[in-house]
Every structure is written in structure tokens, then in C-alpha cells.
């Protein structure tokens, strides 16, 4: 019997709530848009989050990706803890995270080829020219 791995993606317990501001009813008051939410993502697994509006998923897809501060909770990518970890550490791990966002239509810019849509996050990264050449073909390639 094999060994199971560590999952690539490991979240506990995770907590988003916002302030609410205004008034002296109010004072203290949140809204709890993500509340206490486990679960592991295995490396290869496709994992699909679903829910009616306003339920939060957003949220927690912006919370993984750690692009705003969590409330609480715990947040693993490829074993390092990145809940409370600063800018400086998220940039190399970013290049290996991805969101597939809810309305492709809307996310991809029609005036960009195939090839320049799939090289950009690479520029972003500061990959060089021939880096995002060679990697785009071996993306483009697989599909």
C-alpha cells in the first residue's frame, strides 16, 4: 500500500468577515463571507466549488490565492503555510497557483491571440522573452 501525499492546496478553518461600519446599532457587527471552511486539494485532482450567489466562493478563491488578508485560519500551498505570509513570499508560489474564473467570456481578452493569453502570466512573472516562448510552446503543445 502506497503512501498518501500531501495534498498540493490544505485549508482550515478559514475565516473571512468584513466590518460592518455605520451607526451605533451596527457597531461590531460582520459579515461572516467565509466561515469556517477544510478541505485538501490533492496534486492532478480537479476540484470544483459550487454554491448560490453571495455564498462566499469568491471570496475564498481570493483568500486562497491570498490576494487580501484572512481572518483566520490556515492556508497550505505545496506545504508552506502562506495564511499570514508576506508579499515578498507569495510571488515564486503565485506562479503556481491559477484561478479559473466564473465567466471565461468576460476574463479573456478577445483582441489577445491563444499564445499570448497563455504567455502573459509569464510576462507578469518577469519571465524572459525566450522563457515565454519556450514555455508557451510546451504548454500549447499538450493541448
Sequence with gaps: MS????????????????ALNGGLLRKGA???AVDGVSFDIQSGETFGLVGESGCGKSTLGRAILRLFDITSGEIHFAGQAIAHAREKELKPLRKRMQAIFQDPYSSLNPGMTVR???AEPMQIHGYSREEQRERTETLLYKV
Design 30 to 32: 460582520a459579515v461572516k
Design 116 to 118: 499570448q493569453l497563455v
Design 3 to 18: 503512501e498518501q501525499q500531501a495534498p498540493l492546496v490544505s485549508v482550515r478553518d478559514l475565516r473571512k468577515h468584513y
